[in-house]
């Protein structure tokens, strides 16, 4: 199939086109390359250079493609909170010209990137797709007035959407051109800022008096291989007029101080940490109900904590 991946520079995006070329799609990646990086594409695929707002880039890239992999956008909590609008600009404001210019083309599928920050402080856990949306940050909020658009597209445009929401991605894949990883600057991310701490610079735990069994929050740890597995069977499971929203995690909590342990075991030392205050909208516990994903994707995430840790780790 003839894919437009959006944000295929990024970290995630580049592991689906590395995913989707191995397996035989003919795919185009529009990417401003704002946080994304050229050198993680394979030569073989044909890269336009452009913002989603530029109606005129979006439409050349789409030309000829039958389905989009929408993963562009902002996607620093921090930075929504102090950034609110170019949040807003850049994830919805794009959206909207993203599927604008699939309907002037007749492309009609479409699989995006959303979150678990659609949810908010969680009422419950493990949280499952029917819980209510109450956004704690923009960067939320933009995610889900994005499904939104997404689900009035359905109806208007009779696209066939899915929403896949994200929890906690880490993890790395080996290419013939060498390892695909996160490269996050600034690296906000618990794996990888845990396999580069040193005495010198220790990783920091955000509070340990979180109300959890060790006093650390917890969260759903999900390999990027298995999240990209879950947006190849979402591809098939693409419905005219119909919009999905499905949890993309691995059903099962770590805490910090858990994958301190991982990473401690894998580097073959005590990793240094530090004590530090808690951040700011971080829930305690944030863990997927993955059964519409088992039960209607017929997908199961296969590889585990220590595997993220050590591919990261390998990667580095
Ligand atoms: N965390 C931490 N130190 C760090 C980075 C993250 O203690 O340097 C904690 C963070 O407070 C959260 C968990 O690790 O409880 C996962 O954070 P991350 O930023 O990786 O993902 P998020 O859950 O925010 O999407």
């Not at 969680?122 to 909020?141: F, K, L, R, V």
């Not at 499904?147 to 929401?165: D, G, I």
Request: charged share 20%; glycine share 8%.
């Amino acid at each position: 199939m003839k894919i437009l991946v959006t944000g295929g520079a990024g970290y995630i995006g580049s592991h689906a086109v590395e995913i989707l070329k191995n397996s035989g799609h003919d795919v185009t990646v529009l990417d401003d390359c704002s946080t994304g990086h050229v050198d993680s594409l394979p030569p073989t695929v044909r890269f336009v250079q452009g913002s989603l707002l530029d109606s005129d880039m979006v439409s050349r890239a789409l030309k000829g493609c039958e389905a989009v992999m929408h993963f562009a956008g902002k996607s620093l909590v921090g930075e929504s909170v102090e950034k609110p609008d170019l949040y807003r600009k850049v994830n919805v404001d794009g959206t909207k010209v993203l599927l604008e210019q699939m309907n002037v083309l007749g492309i009609k599928k479409i699989v995006f990137s959303s979150s678990a920050a659609t949810y908010g402080e969680p009422e419950s856990s493990p949280i499952s797709e029917t819980a209510q949306c109450a956004p704690t940050n923009p960067y939320g909020e933009t995610k889900l007035a994005i499904e939104r658009e997404l689900a009035s597209a359905a109806l208007t445009q009779q696209m066939a959407a899915v929403s896949l929401r994200y929890f906690n991605v880490a993890g790395a894949l080996q290419t013939d051109r060498g390892w695909l990883a996160e490269r996050h600057d600034p690296e906000t991310h618990l794996i990888p800022n845990a396999l580069r701490a040193t005495s010198d610079s220790p990783l920091r735990i955000f509070g340990r008096d979180w109300d959890t069994e060790d006093g650390t929050c917890v969260r759903d740890y999900v390999h990027i291989i298995d999240l990209i597995d879950a947006h190849m069977r979402a591809l098939q499971y693409l419905t005219p007029s119909e919009h999905h929203v499905f949890n993309i995690g691995s059903g099962t909590g770590y805490s910090v101080a858990q994958v301190v342990a991982s990473v401690s075991r894998v580097k073959g030392s005590t990793l240094p940490t530090v004590d530090a205050p808690r951040r700011a909208g971080d829930p305690a516990v944030l863990v997927a109900n993955i059964d519409k994903a088992e039960m209607l994707l017929n997908w199961r995430p296969v590889r585990n904590l220590n595997q993220m840790v050590e591919d990261t780790f390998k990667a580095s």
